[in-house]
């Protein structure tokens, strides 16, 4: 019976105050939950702004829920000023990091190059790379979807290898969807994921069979169900629901109760 996966990125959101108050309400509810033998199926992860990571990794411990940076930067080390390095996240209990979100790619002009270095400071550092690929909404009216979703694979795969990729994670998240309350509908998810595990399948079929696939764009307890009952979908990336402890809990169930149906 396979684990579902639950991540909520926190984006540029909250401070100190906030930021103790949803992680009581999410530590101490897990707590309880597996007090009744809940969430046995539901792997949790969360991502932080950069300066609250220390604060989450302490509250995070002893419990079943893991940490994760919202990006890296593409160097190692040295005269970078505001640069975060991957051995920086691994050292304050990082285990995965989400790349080319399309929040990045957008406002921060990263391009696949830029990625893909990022990806493998990740790889050389032991840090699980979540992989973000997703089209326009202009990219979809056009049908261009797949096509899009795959040329943002195959540069990072062409780079790093079938056995690199395979020590990561891919979330589909369709641009048109990120923040703006419309999701895509399952059927349309359940679409691209399969053509996401085909072409992975083509490079290797261990890596098609065992890639963990996500998917994120305006994820809710509403739709968290419908969205993973999907087959080729492994888990959802939360943005504005994971602000929430109700919220967020409510899609940790959601995924529980999938994979028990």
């Known amino acids: ?8 990125n926190w984006k540029m959101n909250g401070d100190s105050t906030s930021v ?12 309880k939950a597996l007090d ?22 302490d509250s995070l411990r002893d419990t079943q829920l893991k940490l994760g ?24 209990g990082c285990q995965f990091v989400i790349l080319g979100h399309s929040e990045r790619r957008r406002l921060f002009h990263e391009d696949n190059e830029t990625i893909t270095r990022k990806f493998e400071q990740c790889i050389a550092h032991d840090l699980c790379p979540i992989l973000c690929v997703g089209e326009s909404l202009e990219q979809r009216r056009t049908g261009v979807t797949l096509e899009v979703v795959r040329e943002q694979l195959e540069f990072v795969c062409d780079r790093v290898g079938a056995t690199y990729m395979g020590k990561a994670m891919v979330a589909y998240e369709p641009v048109w969807a990120i923040g703006t309350g419309e999701s895509a509908k399952p059927e349309e998810v359940e679409e691209v994921h399969a ?12 890596l098609g069979a065992s890639t963990r696939l996500l998917y994120g764009g305006s994820v809710t307890p509403e739709n968290a169900s419908a969205l993973l009952a999907n087959e080729d979908v492994d888990g959802v990336l939360a943005g504005g629901a994971s602000l929430s402890g109700e919220k967020f809990l409510q899609v940790c169930q959601a995924a529980e109760m999938a994979v028990l149906k």
């Open 20 to 31: 103790t108050s949803l992680l009581n309400s999410l530590t101490g509810e897990f707590d």
């Open 36 to 57: 009744k033998a809940r969430f046995k199926h539901c792997e949790v992860l969360i991502f932080p702004p950069y300066v609250y990571l220390a604060q989450v990794a």
């Open 1 to 8: 019976m396979k684990k579902l996966l639950v991540a909520g």
């Open 69 to 92: 940076a919202q990006d890296v930067d593409s160097r190692d080390t040295g005269a970078v000023t505001g640069g975060v390095a991957a051995a920086m996240l691994r050292d304050v």
């Open 195 to 206: 053509g996401i595990r085909a072409y992975l399948a083509g490079i290797d079929a261990e």
